[in-house]
């Protein structure tokens, strides 16, 4: 078990330090007015760090397993290749699949409701978000 | 004012004024409880539409939406804790607490009835008080949202739960993000690498269902197996009116709050939402109580959010200036009328602007009525098995994502922000101030420099103007009261 508040504390402070580090290419003019650009950005980090560093010298720190369930990790690659194959493959197809899927990983076996929840669903959000509202829903291999 | 009144009453007596504000209703809450839309834009879709029909159908067709839309937010953040707008991010608090417990109607039946008591509050006060809140109105300037902003961060103190640290790291977090884009007063780019949609800074919207969404569903993956999630069974059960009368000071004194802020033009009823919430803890007499379903965490944010809607109209129906985003976009209705807001409104369209406010009365009836037929469908929703539920919630988190502003970047905003969401959950970090900042990190950063410019560097503007100063004051107070009374608390114990 790794101390997390300790692990977290460390990842702000480094993506912090890396920020304030990162602010410097900022492309300014010469006139920068009152209150530069960097300034809030810097405040913030320097605050962020402030706290960070509080965090790390707490007492009662939170201890969390670090590694996220393997269901979890599953369920983000599945949303991460629907969002990836959304504009090649299009909503129509890729939609029932993404639900079949994620269904099936999480344990469901109802085959019949299963499959009617899949395609009435993505019917159902198509009749609202392309229909009545209007969103243009990525065709892809329907388009061509 | 009678006789204003009862010209208003005329004007909507008709059946196509009826037929507009019952179809108002209905589209603003689909428009509420879909994630990804909002009230502003259920409003922006529909004001083309409006073109073919009568000036006051159009009106009352559009403010009913935007009224049912605030409260619709609400429904999706109870049932399934995902808030269907910004505002309805506070009722999740309690909302969903109160769902987890099995007790989805308690919550959804007092989010209705405040919502509505909220709204009628909202619209007494735009009929009443119209002239002198517009006044108000025009008294804010930069050090005034400035403060403003600097007292609605505070809040998080009553968001932070047991940790007021992680709270301040989380929302230091979301003010940081909320710097990413072009900077507003030089152009320059802040934080961009590169991606060019980054220019115009991160999508509130994918952020909110990002946050809120797709981590409930990593969340509920890993809870998936739990005792408690399989034996899950929720009542039908609605609040009766005892518990409902209990909540009257909560819902009077967030109605007031709502109407206030809802004239101030910018403000809206996100930052309404939490500072009612906040107020309502503040003033309770068991604080501890909010955040575990209590029936007050959802009845504040919810009279104040509808509440805003009769007020927002203030401004921009006696000055021509929007109280709100959606009144923005309702002043392009106006316009698509031939109607211009402001005084002379009042004087050649008494008809119209009376029909409006009489019929903001008529659309709380009906979204009563609705809201409350609606409840046995939320519940049957989501009693939805969670294999099948999450998934769903998944795909409309992507496909509202991208319905933003049909761009993947979007969408791709929505995706980091459901891990990042789901991280600091599982290591036991607020979200919900992250939210907070996102929402007031650019009113915050931007009046802070115009104040300056305006006062030439002196930061004394802040404490001369008497608004400013108040609000700085309350902003101590509310944070420092947590703490204090903590250590007193921690103080009596140990002695």
Partial sequence: MVKSDRFMAILFIAAGAFLYLWSYRFVQGEDVGLIPPTFFPRMIILALTVCCLLLLFQKNKVTVSFAAPRGVLAGVGLVLGYVLLMNRVGYFILTPLFLFLFSILLGYRRWIPLLLFCIGGTLFAYLIFYSVLAVPLPMGLLES | MIENLLLGIHAISSLSAIVAIIAGVVLGILAGVMPGLSASTGVALLVPFTYGISPLASMLLLVSLYMAGEYGGSITAIAIGTPGTPAAAATLLDGYELTRQGQPGMALGTSVVASTIGGLFGALVLVAFSEPLAKVA??????????????????????????????????????????????????????????????????????????????????????????????????????????????????????????????????????????????????????????????????????????????????????????????????????????????????????????????????????????????????????????????????????????????????????????????????????????LALVLGGILEENFRRALIISNGDYSIFFTKPISLALLILAVLSLGSPILIERLTRGDSKS
Avoid at chain 2, 311 to 322: E, H, K, Q, R, V
């Fill in chain 2, 138 to 435: 025009l008294s804010f300037g930069a050090p005034e949202y400035f403060s403003l902003a600097i007292f609605g961060l505070t809040i998080i103190s009553s968001m932070s739960g047991k940790s007021l640290l992680k709270g301040f790291i989380a929302m230091f977090l979301g003010l940081l993000i909320k710097t990413i884009g072009l900077d507003p007063f030089t152009g320059t780019e802040r934080f961009t690498f590169g991606v060019d949609k980054l220019m115009d800074g991160i999508s509130f919207i994918p952020a909110l269902i990002g946050l809120f969404a797709l981590s409930e569903v990593f969340v509920g993956i890993e809870h998936l197996k739990s005792e408690i999630t399989q034996n899950a069974k929720y009542s039908f059960r609605i609040p009766t009116l005892q518990e409902l009368a209990k909540l009257w000071r909560v819902i009077l004194q967030s109605s007031i709050i709502g109407s206030v802020i809802g004239v101030l033009p910018g403000a809206g009823a996100t930052i309404t939402s939490f500072i009612c919430y906040n107020e309502a803890k503040r003033f309770s007499g068991n604080p501890e109580k909010y955040g575990t379903g209590c029936l007050e965490g959802i009845a504040a944010p919810e009279s104040g959010n509808n509440a805003v809607v009769g007020s927002a109209l203030i401004p921009l129906l006696t000055l021509g200036i929007p109280g709100s985003a959606t009144a923005a976009v309702l002043i392009g209705a106006l316009m698509l009328h031939g109607l211009i807001p402001g005084p002379m409104l009042f004087v050649n369209h008494a008809d119209l602007v009376y029909g409006i406010f009489v019929g903001l009365f008529v659309a709380c009836f009906f979204q009563l009525l609705f809201g409350l037929m609606g409840i046995p469908l939320w519940i049957k929703i989501i009693s939805t098995p969670k294999a099948l539920l999450l998934p769903a919630i998944a795909a409309i988190a992507v496909v509202g994502a991208f319905g933003t502003d049909y761009s993947l970047v979007d969408v791709w905003i929505m995706v980091a922000f459901g891990i990042l969401g789901y991280i600091l959950r599982k290591y036991k970090f607020p979200v919900t101030p992250v939210i």
